[in-house]
Structure formats: structure tokens, C-alpha cells
């Protein structure tokens, strides 16, 4: 798996936006379900999937928000969901079935970056459990969708704070050890990379693939847990402690390019479980004075199958 994270000379960089990465790709006939579509670079995946021709479905947690932020887009349509509650995944996973639809691509962009510590009705830390394994059981609740589609792809939005942490087996939930919510939001973003390696090992022989992404350094909803020291320890200030000016960061439609190059690229046909960057597959890298590049425990198949063990063990689902 390792030595398949290698660049293809995809032709787009961190500057593309997410319509250049749809290269004009007609997606009439296409059905894709995006988690966290109704705000930051999942809205802004949205609005292009749906201008593509693609029927989109954004579940929510908050339907008053995705009301109003997905108001005049057409071709979208909304759901109740919370990462949280395994009844409510259920539910919108069971809507969704019942409507006989094949599903093409999802996209599992919703999360929580550095939050307090607060846990799950099953007593899993929230980081955890909304960034990943909340959309662990919503794959495999929507599985039989996916495999109907005949070239599906699942892509996880993973992030640059994968080297925050590995996974720690011994105790992922912060049980003996003291929480820190950054090795937390490491922990789940690593998480959220092993699971599209496992995933796409699973899934290549129903026509199923997936990717990770790292979608760039956006200022985004994510941040609205951060006081100045996080903001410092994520380089969002300059050496005078200021915010650093937009122009550091990837606007949202640059933002949503790799998920949806991820998505629907036909460079990529016949691959998966890869991590990939500013709209390529990225190098495998240890270097910590640069911003780019995956570790080796986020991409290594071990890894993913204890991951896949321990989430099916504490979900209670599995494909």
C-alpha cells in the first residue's frame, strides 16, 4: 500500500478550486451524500456537485443551518443526522435505502477539530466518534447503495492534523491517559485515512473505492473552539500574533477540490486507498518542516485493519 502513495502528475495544485477539478464532468444521473454539506468546504462541494447536474443529499445535524445555507441551490436535498447517535444514523441511512436509489459517491466531510472532552451515548470520545466513527457505520449502513452504483467512491476527509497522532490502541478513548484535544483530533483524522485504506480493500471487488484527503488550510467553523495559543500551535497567527491575512489560506473552492478530484477523476480509475493533496496523491513524508505529505501510520494496512476491528467492536456494525 505504501509504495503506491506515489504523485500521478494529476495537472491541478493547491490553487485549483473545485470546478477545475470537475474538469467539466457532466454528473447528470450521479446521486452523492455529503456530511457536513451545509457549511465551509462541504457547501462549497455541494453547490458544485449540484451544478454538475449530480441529486445531492446533505444531512444535517442543525436543519435550520442547512435550510438557510442551501437555500437556491437545486438538485439538493436534506436529511437528519447526527454523527453522535447511532439511531440517527440508522434512520438516514434506512430513508436513504428505502428510496431505491444507487449512491455514487459520499462524502464523509463533517467534524470537530479541539474540542473539550465530551463522549458519545456509547461512551466514545466525540472527537472520535463524530469524525470517524460515526461515518464507520454510516458507510456500512449505506453499503448495499454503494455497491449498487457499480464504480462508487467513499471519500474521507482526513487533514494535515493526522500527525498529530497515531492511533493508540491502548487507549483510543482517553480512559487512563490525561485528554489533550489535540491528540484526540490527531487521533481521528488519522482515523479517518486508515479507514479508506481498510474500506478500499474491502470494497474494489463490488466496485467500491476509497481516498483520504487533506483539503488545504482553510479558515473554516472548525476553528470556533480555539483561543490564540491553539491558533498559534496550528500556524493561523504570524510572527507579530496576528491572524495571518486570507491570502495564506485556500479559499473554500480550493478547499473542496480534492474531494471532489477524489471523487470523480477518472485519472484515478482503478485506484484507492490513497491519500491524496491540492488535487494529487501525496507523497509519503516524515519531514516536520513541511506542511504536505502523509505519515506511514496513517496509510498502513495494519494499522487500518485494528482500526476497522476496534470500530466495528464499538459500533456494532461492520459491512
Not at 491517559?177 to 479507514?195: C, E, H, I, M, V
Not at 470494497?203 to 488545504?216: D, M, Q, T
Request: some cysteine; aromatic content about 6%; overall charge negative.
Amino acid at each position: 500500500m505504501i509504495n503506491k502513495q506515489r504523485p500521478i502528475e494529476s495537472g491541478f495544485d493547491g490553487t485549483t478550486t473545485a470546478m477545475q477539478a470537475l474538469a467539466g464532468k457532466d454528473l447528470h444521473g450521479m446521486t452523492a451524500i455529503v456530511t457536513g454539506g451545509y457549511s465551509g468546504i462541504g457547501l462549497e462541494a455541494v453547490r458544485v456537485l449540484a451544478s454538475a447536474g449530480a441529486q445531492v443529499i446533505v444531512p444535517a445535524r442543525d436543519p435550520l443551518k442547512a435550510e438557510r445555507n442551501l437555500d437556491g441551490i437545486a438538485g439538493v436535498e436534506r436529511g437528519n443526522l447526527d454523527l453522535l447517535d447511532s439511531a440517527s444514523i440508522d434512520c438516514f441511512a434506512r430513508n436513504f435505502l428505502a428510496s431505491g436509489r444507487a449512491l455514487h459517491l459520499l462524502i464523509n466531510s463533517a467534524g470537530i477539530m479541539a474540542t473539550p472532552l465530551q463522549r458519545n451515548g456509547k461512551g466514545v470520545e466525540a472527537q472520535f466518534a463524530t469524525n470517524h466513527l460515526g461515518h464507520f457505520q454510516l458507510t456500512a449502513r449505506l453499503w448495499p447503495a454503494l455497491c449498487e452504483a457499480d464504480g462508487a467512491r467513499v471519500v474521507s476527509v482526513s487533514s494535515l492534523g493526522h500527525r498529530l497522532s497515531p492511533i493508540h490502541f491502548d487507549d483510543p478513548q482517553f480512559e487512563r491517559r490525561p485528554y489533550d484535544k489535540w491528540a484526540a483530533y490527531g487521533q481521528s483524522k488519522t482515523a479517518n485515512a486508515l479507514f479508506a485504506v481498510a474500506l478500499d480493500q474491502r470494497g474494489k471487488a463490488h466496485g467500491v473505492r476509497a481516498f483520504s484527503v487533506h483539503p488545504g488550510e482553510i479558515l473554516t467553523d472548525l476553528v470556533r473552539y480555539l483561543d490564540r495559543d491553539d491558533l498559534a500551535l496550528i500556524g493561523a497567527l504570524d510572527d507579530s500574533g496576528n491572524i495571518r491575512p486570507a491570502k495564506h489560506y485556500k479559499r473554500p473552492e480550493q478547499g473542496a477540490a480534492t474531494m471532489l478530484w477524489c471523487g470523480v477523476s477518472p485519472l484515478l480509475e482503478g485506484m484507492g486507498g490513497l491519500y491524496c493533496e491540492d488535487c494529487e496523491v501525496a507523497v509519503l513524508s516524515q519531514d516536520d518542516t513541511k506542511r504536505s505529505g502523509v505519515r506511514a501510520w496513517a496509510i498502513d494496512p495494519e494499522q487500518a485493519e485494528r482500526l476497522w476491528a476496534l470500530s466495528a467492536q464499538l459500533s456494532g456494525v461492520t459491512l
